[in-house]
C-alpha cells in the first residue's frame, strides 16, 4: 500500500511537472492558456527610463511602455536588450505614404556658438534633417542622436518638428535616466509617433541639445522615419 501511495505521488508530480496551465480553459492549447470574452491581458507597464533599468531581460519579453504608449518586445538579447514595437495591424493595413533613413551617421548641423575656441554652449547645438510628403500623414521617428556633458548629469536633446525660432516648445524630450561621466558622448534614442497628421510638404526634424546637454562635431546621428494614412 505504501509503494502504490509513492508511486501514485510521484505520477501527479511528474503530471503537473509537465502539464500546460490554463485560465478560464480546461483544454489548454499551449504552455499558457487564457481564455476570456470579458477581460484582457496586461502585460507589466512602465516608462522607457524604468524599462532601461531592467537587469538582463530575456529575447521575447514584452512590455507595454507608457512613455511611448505602445507594446514593446526585446529582439535583442539580456545583455544587449533591443526593444522594438512591434508592427500593428492598423499600421499593417494603412496606406505607407514614405519612408527613408539616414544611410550613415551624420554630423550635426551646428554645434552650438561658443565664447572658447573648440568649444559648445548648452543646449544650441542640433542635427536636423527634412522630408517630403506627398500627402498628409502621421509619422514615426525612430532616432539616435549622441550628446554629452562637460559635468556628471544626465544628458538629452529636444525633438521638434518644424522648428520656428527660439521659443518654439519641442515636441518631445528625452534625458538618461542616470548621471554620465562627464565629457563622454552617450546615444540617447528614442521614439516618436505625430500625434496628428503632417500635411503634405516639406518638414523639418530637428534634434538639439538638451538644456544640460551638448552636441559638438564628434557626436554623430542615426534615423528612420515611416509615414502613413
Given at each position: ?20 496551465v490554463g485560465i478560464n480553459t480546461t483544454s489548454p492549447q499551449g504552455a499558457l492558456d487564457v481564455v476570456s ?55 499593417a493595413s494603412s496606406n505607407i505614404v514614405l519612408a527613408g533613413g539616414s544611410v550613415d551617421a551624420e554630423a550635426?548641423?551646428k554645434i552650438g556658438a561658443a565664447t572658447v575656441p573648440g568649444s559648445t554652449v548648452d543646449g544650441t547645438g ?104
Amino acid at each position: 500500500m505504501k509503494k502504490n501511495l509513492i508511486f501514485g505521488c510521484f505520477l501527479l508530480v511528474s503530471s503537473l511537472a509537465y502539464s500546460q496551465v490554463g485560465i478560464n480553459t480546461t483544454s489548454p492549447q499551449g504552455a499558457l492558456d487564457v481564455v476570456s470574452t470579458s477581460g484582457t491581458f496586461i502585460p507589466p507597464r512602465m516608462t522607457t527610463a524604468q524599462r532601461n533599468l531592467l537587469l538582463a531581460p530575456p529575447t521575447g519579453a514584452v512590455i507595454f511602455n507608457t512613455t511611448t504608449a505602445g507594446l514593446e518586445f526585446n529582439y535583442g538579447t539580456p545583455a544587449s536588450p533591443t526593444w522594438k514595437s512591434p508592427v500593428t495591424a492598423t499600421a499593417a493595413s494603412s496606406n505607407i505614404v514614405l519612408a527613408g533613413g539616414s544611410v550613415d551617421a551624420e554630423a550635426p548641423q551646428k554645434i552650438g556658438a561658443a565664447t572658447v575656441p573648440g568649444s559648445t554652449v548648452d543646449g544650441t547645438g542640433y542635427f536636423q534633417f527634412s522630408f517630403n510628403l506627398p500627402s498628409a500623414a502621421k509619422c514615426k521617428l525612430d532616432i539616435y542622436p549622441s550628446t554629452w556633458a562637460s559635468t556628471n548629469t544626465g544628458v538629452g536633446t529636444r525633438l521638434y518638428v518644424d522648428y520656428v525660432d527660439t521659443n518654439s516648445t519641442p515636441v518631445a524630450t528625452v534625458v538618461t535616466a542616470t548621471t554620465s561621466p562627464n565629457n563622454l558622448h552617450i546615444v540617447v534614442p528614442y521614439s516618436y509617433v505625430t500625434p496628428v497628421g503632417l500635411t503634405a510638404g516639406n518638414h523639418t526634424i530637428r534634434v538639439q541639445a538638451g538644456t544640460t546637454s551638448k552636441i559638438d562635431n564628434n557626436d554623430r546621428i542615426t534615423y528612420s522615419y515611416l509615414c502613413w494614412n
